[in-house]
């Protein structure tokens, strides 16, 4: 799918969002033509996009821009790199957050701590936490956040009701969630879903859990892997004594059917983000709180990328996607889209109260990007391989076919050699 929101949106690596500027290695731009900018967007992310570049270019006749959809986000790092290899890239291109990493050792991208940090009026600071931090790779910002997101609690207040059980609080604990899963599941109807197909959608659920439990995902030093710790251990025997022993989560495989069944009643609870309100059925009654916690109540935060190419990016692309990350236009977007804001000054803004009131909810997510997005994924190389390890350990122990020692055990092996350089 081309972004945003919808189920299959986490099938992917999604670390955070960032602009990366790239110096001039031919830019296929085709001479004195509008900048062309990659997108993924298709349905309402589209046609509010559309609509701000047309304003844009209706102001700006020397830094006109171009909508270019690139056929779906999912493959634009290597549509990227191969852009490079042909020495026709566009100026700009929307990526996934783990994108970063791949982009900063080419001899292309460019360092914009100085640029971007020393704008006053792009104000740095004022982006929340996650998608600066998301943004930065060894102390040196190489790209702007162009979207933030998290995880939350969502459930069926009806199927609450059914069951007798009180809505969920923010003192809600693991032992409030599982009870409630296991008093929600009965015949077809699941108490809670997890994606399970071994993927960064498996994996930043349990990172959640692992930092609610006080745990790292990595050492201080980043050298080595430190999950196979005691929190990790609470971690990982939730999961099991949830979908092994009490058989109360929908095991979704890939196929992301899990939107469906809350749809339909079959599942009581959901840890998704934003994304997902706009498809939910109007006749859902459903209610949004702060995941529930051992030490922390901590989310994680999963934003998306823009990349910008050559000096005609840096001179045309950029400014249209600084001036889209402004705080009242990009509030805007938020509204035709139920994007999140992206800065702290958005909620300030005199129609911040519409679009909570247009996507109820929200504000919770909101609340969670400045109160519990307290860690990130590390930006290194090694990323990839530290998500496949804990992938499979998180499928494995969900399915029953290892205990979470052993898997914890088998992942941190495979991870310290992939940090070793092995």
Same mark, same amino acid.
């Given at each position: 799918? &081309?972004?945003?929101r919808g ?5 992917? @690596?999604?670390?955070?969002?960032a602009?990366?500027?790239?110096s !001039? ?10 900048a ?17 570049a &047309? /304003? =844009? ?9 171009e ?7 999912d ?12 020495g026709?890239p ?14 900063? #050792? /080419? ?6 701590? #100085?640029a971007? /940090?020393g ?14 931090? &998301?943004a ?8 702007? +956040?162009a ?5 939350s609690?969502?459930?069926n207040?009806?199927?609450?009701d059914?069951?007798?059980?009180s809505?969920p609080?923010?003192?809600?604990t =693991? %032992? #409030? ?11 077809e109807?699941?108490? =809670?879903?997890?994606?399970n197909?071994?993927? %960064? #959608? ?10 609610? &439990?006080?745990?790292d ?7 080595k ?5 005691? !929190?990790?251990?609470q971690?990982?025997q ?20 899990y939107?469906?069944?809350f749809?339909?009643?079959?599942i ?7 994304w997902?309100?706009g ?11 702060i ?5 922390t109540?901590?989310?994680?935060a999963? +934003? ?20 889209? @990350?402004? +705080? ?6 938020a ?20 679009? %909570? ?7 919770v997510?909101?609340d ?8 990130s /994924?590390?930006?290194? +190389? ?18 029953g076919m ?5 898997a914890?055990g088998?992942?941190?092996? %495979? ?8």
């Amino acid at each position: 799918m &081309a972004h945003g929101r919808g189920p299959s949106r986490r099938t992917v @690596l999604t670390m955070g969002a960032a602009l990366v500027l790239t110096s !001039a290695c031919g830019t296929g731009s085709g001479g004195d033509g509008k900048a062309k900018v990659w997108h993924g967007y298709t349905a309402d992310e589209a046609t509010a996009l559309d609509k701000l570049a &047309a /304003r =844009w270019n209706s102001t700006h006749p020397q830094q006109q821009v171009e909508l270019v959809f690139n056929g779906g986000n999912d493959n634009a790092l290597q549509k990227t790199l191969a852009s490079f290899a042909s020495g026709n890239p566009p100026e700009a291109a929307y990526q996934y957050g783990s994108s970063i990493t791949g982009l900063t #050792d /080419r001899p292309q991208t460019q360092d914009l701590t #100085d640029a971007l /940090r020393g704008d006053k009026e792009f104000d740095w600071d004022d982006l929340f936490a996650a998608g600066r931090e &998301a943004a930065t790779v060894n102390g040196k910002i190489y790209g702007v +956040p162009a979207l933030v997101d998290n995880l939350s609690l969502v459930y069926n207040k009806k199927l609450f009701d059914e069951a007798k059980i009180s809505y969920p609080t923010p003192t809600w604990t =693991w %032992e #409030d969630f599982r009870s409630a899963a296991k008093k929600l599941t009965a015949g077809e109807r699941f108490g =809670w879903a997890y994606v399970n197909d071994g993927s %960064e #959608d498996t994996v930043w659920r349990f990172l959640a859990l692992l930092w609610q &439990a006080g745990g790292d995902l990595l050492s201080k030093d980043g050298k080595k892997a430190a999950f196979a710790s005691e !929190a990790g251990h609470q971690a990982m025997q939730l999961l099991r004594d949830m979908s092994v022993t009490d058989k109360s989560v929908y095991l979704d495989q890939g196929d992301q059917q899990y939107l469906n069944l809350f749809n339909s009643g079959r599942i009581g609870m959901l840890w998704t983000g934003p994304w997902d309100l706009g498809n939910l059925n109007k006749d859902v009654s459903y209610g949004v709180q702060i995941l529930p916690g051992k030490v922390t109540h901590a989310t994680i935060a999963g +934003p998306d990328t823009f990349v910008v190419f050559g000096e005609k990016g840096r001179t045309e692309a950029l400014p249209f996607l600084k001036w889209l @990350l402004s +705080p009242e236009v990009h509030l805007e977007f938020a509204m035709d889209t139920g994007h999140l804001p992206i800065r702290q000054s958005e909620v300030d803004l005199a129609g911040y109260a519409e679009f %909570e009131a247009k996507y109820p909810g929200t504000n919770v997510f909101v609340d969670n990007l400045a109160k519990n997005v307290t860690k990130s /994924r590390p930006n290194i +190389p090694q990323y990839p391989q530290i998500s496949k390890s804990l992938g499979i350990a998180v499928q494995s122990v969900l399915l029953g076919m290892a205990e979470p020692d052993a898997a914890l055990g088998q992942a941190r092996n %495979e991870v310290d050699q992939a940090l070793a350089g092995s």
